[in-house]
């Protein structure tokens, strides 16, 4: 395991001051939080949170905005201001992406294409901003149907820390596609960098005021305000499945609409017929990206008896390459986690893992040293356990992978869909004919067939199970922004 330490590729940073005199769009002038660096500790921004007359302020904003402009019913304007804050985000890729690092930890390199990542998904709900349709139906002589697809008003967006820009715009740029005001609450982690994100967006002069803004703070205090605020009209909020439940009881009251983007256990299966190379790069890619902290993390590794001996070992070897360090320096693969809390738990999953299975390469943080200060803990990998061991049940968010064994494809499936989760799964295999019969069977919203953490605005994806309830992207995550409207028209001489 090589290491990178965290000198040479940082220049002096001043902590960005987060608050309502130096970005409008946030209403936030309560007490002050803090965001660090997790690579080494240092202060990132100092934010303010906001108080329960601020997310009033907020919503208010929101609704008048909302009622009152154009917005709802322009879809070219919509389009224009998408296309420019698009352009403006790629253009500012490089302040944004150190931003990125500096705040979540992941590597420069990510962050340069989440940032990328996320000016693709606004360009293409920008093209979708002026095909809002609905449809005419002829219902009987002189009668119609007119069904209108219409915004559902006032939004609340709330995002996590693991990808605070790709999975905000996901939220953000269909419901604005769809005509809808938004208020953010981005996760307190990456609160700094979600706000600077938008900036190129608020800034806008055709963007009317009050169409997006943003409130900051704790889950528990500021996101339960917004979710259970009698003037929002729904919520899309992506985070932990237990979040989730609470978010859904609590819109329960008002009945809010609701999107929720929830964990996942995804299964990631190997056949002996695969093409091993490329399997093996995707097996490392689906439990090592963004240091495992990622809802689709291919974190339970099925693969067939007869190639596991060799297919495990070969998976150690390239684990035990995985440069480990500070993400701002271009050559590092695996940043730290995001926080100290989050390393902790990742690493009493481990002990239980070293109690219950074999552990085959990593378990723990890296040797002290540059790193000391950073929240690391190196690739690690597990075979033997139980299948009741909480490291194949339980998401774990960390760069810990759980191997299971299979003989055929039968017992395959019957793992693979042995979870309460059901956000993904990979699939790797020549036989065309296995990939259509087992992909069509397992109980998830993506499947990857000879890939992994691939994705495309244009294919939607989404939660079976309790990792989640409706869909984001594609034509379907536009359509989840919008409510249908039937009027009836009747011209026919006598209504008995
Ligand atoms: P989290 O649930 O702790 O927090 C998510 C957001 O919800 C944060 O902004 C937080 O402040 C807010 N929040 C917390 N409690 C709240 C409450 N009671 N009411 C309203 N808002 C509240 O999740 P996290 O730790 O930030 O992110 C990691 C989790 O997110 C993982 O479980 C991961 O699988 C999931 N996730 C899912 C997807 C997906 O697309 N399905 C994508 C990314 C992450």
Not at 135 to 153: C, D, F, I, K, S
Not at 257 to 263: D, H, I, N, P, Q
Not at 401 to 423: H, I, K, P
Request: proline content about 4%; aromatic content about 6%; charged content about 20%.
């Amino acid at each position: 395991m090589s290491m990178n330490t965290t000198s040479e590729h940082r220049g002096p940073w001043t902590p960005l001051e987060v608050s309502a005199s130096r970005f409008p769009h946030v209403h936030a002038t309560g007490e002050t939080f803090t965001s660090s660096d997790p690579a080494t500790g240092q202060l990132v921004a100092n934010l303010a949170t906001s108080t329960l007359t601020d997310i009033d302020d907020a919503v208010d904003t929101a609704r008048t905005a909302f009622n009152r402009s154009a917005w709802a019913r322009d879809g070219a304007l919509r389009a224009r201001v998408l296309f420019r804050y698009a352009t403006a985000l790629r253009a500012d890729e490089d302040r944004i992406a150190e931003l990125l690092t500096r705040e979540q930890g992941k590597t420069i390199g990510e962050a340069r294409g989440e940032v990328r990542a996320s000016a693709g998904m606004i360009e293409y709900y920008a093209g979708l901003a002026r095909t809002v349709e609905g449809r005419v139906q002829a219902l009987g002589e002189n009668v119609h149907a007119v069904v209108l697809r219409v915004p559902v008003g006032v939004v609340g967006v709330i995002t996590p820390w693991n990808w605070p820009l790709t999975l905000l715009v996901r939220s953000l740029a269909p419901a604005l596609a769809a005509g809808n005001a938004v208020i953010v609450k981005p996760a307190s982690l990456t609160a700094a960098v979600s706000v600077a994100a938008l900036e190129p967006l608020v800034d806008q002069d055709e963007l009317p005021a009050g169409i997006v803004t943003t409130v900051l703070g704790s889950g528990g205090t500021v996101g339960d305000a917004l979710v259970g605020h009698p003037d929002i009209d729904m919520i899309a909020f992506t985070g932990e499945t237990f979040t989730g439940v609470q978010v859904m009881k609590r819109a329960a009251d008002g009945l809010h609409k609701v999107a929720l983007e929830l964990g996942g256990k995804s299964a990631n299966l190997v056949f002996a017929d695969a093409d091993l190379d490329k399997a093996l790069a995707g097996a490392e890619n689906a439990i090592f990206t963004t240091c495992g902290q990622i809802c689709t993390a291919g974190s339970r590794l099925l693969v067939e008896r007869s190639i596991h001996d060799e297919f495990i070992a070969r998976l150690a070897e390239k684990a035990r390459l995985i440069n480990c360090g500070d993400g701002l320096d271009p050559s590092t693969r695996l940043g730290p986690l995001v926080s100290r809390q989050q390393r902790q738990e990742v690493l009493g999953y481990i002990e239980v893992g070293k109690q219950e299975g074999t552990l085959v390469v990593g378990g723990g943080p890296p040797a002290d040293g540059d790193l000391a200060e950073g929240h690391f803990v190196v690739p690690t990998i597990f075979t033997d356990l139980p299948d009741e061991s909480r490291l194949v049940k339980e998401e774990i968010f960390g760069p810990v992978l759980a191997v299971q064994t299979f003989e055929d494809d039968d017992e395959a499936l019957a793992m693979a869909n042995d979870s309460e989760y059901g956000l993904a799964a990979g699939l790797w295999t020549s036989n065309l004919n296995r990939a259509w019969r087992i992909g069509s069977r397992i109980e998830a919203g993506t499947i990857w067939i000879n890939t992994y953490h691939h994705f495309y605005p244009e294919a939607e994806v989404g939660g079976f199970k309790r990792s989640g309830i409706g869909r984001q992207q594609g034509i379907e995550g536009l359509h989840e922004f919008t409510e249908t409207k039937h009027l009836n028209f009747d011209g026919s001489p006598t209504l008995w």
